[in-house]
Nanobody, 123 residues
């Protein structure tokens, strides 16, 4: 069975940092581009960042470029998102995803989704 389990979310003040992890199992992790999405209630799910099979190339949405760092450890089947200089507008449920394509990703292209982890940034 396929599982993607996010962790590391929480509540921080603006300017703070969090590191999210996504532990994957049940599918060939290294054969998929891995990505992060986020969603606020009432809004569409938004692509945040993605990383190709080998860890490069890496892609970021303009809203997080320069503040977030996505990485993966294929030996551990784990995806990471290091978030720095957090802003209140980063508040969302963050989801990891496995995709057969990379770069900016439409939600319809996602093969597997995690359950999400909440990130809340206070001003």
């Amino acid at each position: 069975q396929v599982q993607l389990v996010e962790s590391g979310g929480g509540s921080v003040q603006a300017g703070g940092s969090l590191r999210l992890s996504c532990a994957a199992s049940g599918y060939p992790f290294s054969a998929y581009c891995m990505a992060w999405f986020r969603q606020v209630p009432g809004k569409e799910r938004e692509w945040v960042a993605s990383v190709w099979l080998t860890g490069v190339p890496i892609y970021y949405a303009d809203s997080v470029k320069g503040r977030f760092t996505v990485s993966r450890d294929n030996a551990k089947n784990t995806l990471y998102l290091a978030m720095n200089s957090l802003k209140p507008e980063d508040t969302a449920m963050y989801y990891c995803a496995a995709v057969s394509v990379c770069g900016p990703i439409d939600v319809d292209r996602v093969r597997y989704w995690g359950q999400g982890t909440q990130v809340t940034v206070s001003s």
